[in-house]
């Protein structure tokens, strides 16, 4: 089994997530998601864990709020970031 841990709780990551379960079908993946806000990372985690089962007979997603625990095992990690912080989303 592949394990893919993906920091950062952006709307992004259900999508991101899809995308790589389906470049992966053929063999078992678990995605975690590893983010600050426990009531944001919960909606993102069952949106992601939602089009992760649909792309991948053999996919899951988990979620923790602790990076330590979440990246434990990882086989790969993915770091989500906005250069710039929210100041950065202003300006777009």
Request: glycine share 10%; charged share 25%; with cysteine.
């Amino acid at each position: 089994m592949r394990r893919v841990v993906v920091v950062g709780g952006g709307v992004y990551a259900p999508v991101l997530c899809e995308a790589l379960a389906r470049s992966l079908d053929g063999e078992p993946i678990t995605f975690c998601l590893v983010a600050r806000d426990p009531q944001r990372l919960e909606a993102i985690a069952r949106e992601a864990d939602a089009r992760v089962r649909a792309a991948h007979a053999e996919g899951a997603v988990a979620h923790t709020t602790d990076l330590d625990a979440g990246v434990e095992g990882a086989d790969h990690v993915v770091l989500l970031v906005r250069a710039g912080g929210l100041a950065a989303r202003a300006a777009m």
